[in-house]
């Protein structure tokens, strides 16, 4: 008997958000398999949906037309395949993300979608959160004896950010800035909107041509170039992708900086040991690079930051973080962003944040700025630019099924920003020998 059959209807449908089920019951890949699942599946999914609250999602299938939940935002559902629904039931998020991508169900809005679907689910969390908090320290004992090492990293990196740097140039705006933008008012282009997020950035930091500044995570390059062509310090920056690592020494020479920025594609923790036998760094930037760091590794990420820097430096760290009460379950739990875009991923928390500083390093949180109601815009922009593109997109050779994805995985962030389940900030971080003032922001 399947995970699926076992499990009461209520909760089944309440775990296609959280994967709360046993994704042993729905292959790697959806196949033929599930077409005797569908019909069970089918009816546990439509039935428990039906009174639930907090939006309306009206679906059409071959056997016809149905209203599911209550209220407002309504969005419609297209079910090509019945195996959607056995899919979505087995494996959660992770189901919704591969019966879109096989091209199973279609809907007018995903965001929406997603939206609703949060929700519906809303109820679970609570519960799910609590029990993962109180079974951390025994989980974590074992789960430490595997630790993610370079390799891990490398391949998660290759199998993101090496996509193709066309593809990125088609989604994102002429900076190529892959983290959430700023929008100082309407009408802001997306382009002028990240300009101003680095250059808030960089008047964090206090930035001044005596500065020798570290990035650890170039993207493709917006940082280091606008903080040495602007603000005239000298900067190291290092990423582990080629493909963004070759983009930005060519970017930074035909920029007439190669005497300012050095580009390295040295990991994280080789950075110390740069350190120590070239001097340690006045400043440090890391735009939402620790996404990408296991949280097995956040005190040594953390601790190396603070070892890279002069007893007078400052830090800044812009992350993507998640509920607070959520990071215990989060860090474990292989959603559909974890499974099929970003492998190795972990949102951190404030929280986990501030407590990994306090145990691995002398860095102090001095200044935190919550920028996340402007990454909803952020993804909006990034999903309409390949919509815009989309001859373009399929000309790079990107197919009908990776396009699906990434429509769906820019629609899923979304609605969690949307939602307020993650959100973005900007820590300002501090060695114990600063006695600088903060550098006043815009309202």
Not at 257 to 263: A, Q, T, W
């Amino acid at each position: 008997m399947t995970a699926v059959t076992v499990v009461p209807a209520v909760t089944a449908v309440m775990a296609v958000m959280e994967g709360a089920l046993v994704e042993r019951a729905v292959p790697r890949r959806p196949g033929p398999a599930l077409a005797r699942l569908a019909p069970t599946a089918r009816r546990l999914a439509l039935g428990a949906a039906a009174r639930r609250r907090g939006g309306t999602i009206e679906v059409a299938d071959a056997a016809g037309a149905h209203r599911l939940g209550k209220g407002d935002p309504l969005v419609r559902a297209r079910v090509h395949d019945d195996r959607a629904y056995a899919c979505l039931l087995g494996s959660g998020s992770v189901g919704l993300g591969r019966s879109y991508v096989a091209g199973w169900w279609d809907c007018d809005d995903l965001t929406t979608l997603v939206q609703v679907l949060s929700r519906w689910t809303s109820g679970l969390r609570a519960p799910l959160d609590a029990l993962a908090r109180a079974t951390a320290p025994l989980l974590d004992l074992p789960a430490r004896w595997a630790v993610p090492g370079r390799a891990d990293d490398a391949h998660n990196v290759r199998a993101h950010y090496d996509l193709s740097n066309e593809f990125f140039g088609l989604m994102l705006d002429e900076t190529m800035t892959y983290s959430c933008a700023m929008f100082e008012g309407p009408g802001v282009s997306l382009a002028d909107a990240q300009r101003s997020k680095i250059d808030r950035l960089c008047t964090k930091l206090a930035l001044a041509p005596e500065d020798h500044v570290v990035e650890i995570g170039s993207g493709w390059g917006a940082f280091a170039i606008r903080a040495a062509g602007r603000y005239g310090c000298r900067v190291t920056t290092t990423t582990i992708s080629e493909a963004q690592r070759a983009y930005v020494a060519e970017q930074v020479a035909q920029a007439g900086l190669s005497p300012r920025v050095n580009v390295l594609g040295a990991d994280w923790r080789d950075l110390p040991a740069l350190a120590e036998s070239n001097g340690r760094f006045d400043k440090l930037a890391s735009v939402e690079m620790i996404e990408a760091v296991d949280w097995r590794n956040h005190d040594e990420f953390l601790g190396s930051c603070a070892g890279l820097l002069r007893d007078e430096g400052l830090a800044v760290l812009q992350a993507i973080v998640i509920d607070d009460r959520s990071f215990e379950r989060a860090k474990r739990h292989q959603d559909f962003v974890r499974r099929m875009v970003f492998p190795g991923g972990c949102i951190p928390s404030v929280q986990s944040l501030v407590s990994s500083l306090a145990r691995a390093s002398d860095l102090r949180v001095v200044d935190l700025e919550d920028i996340g109601r402007h990454y909803a815009q952020t993804l909006r922009l990034w999903a309409a630019n390949l919509a815009t593109h989309a001859e373009a997109v399929e000309r790079t050779g990107v197919s009908e099924e990776l396009r699906r994805l990434w429509a769906l995985y820019l629609a899923y962030c979304e609605a969690s920003f949307l939602e307020r389940h993650i959100s973005d900030v900007q820590l300002v971080l501090a060695k114990p020998g600063w006695r600088g003032r903060l550098q006043s922001r815009p309202t």
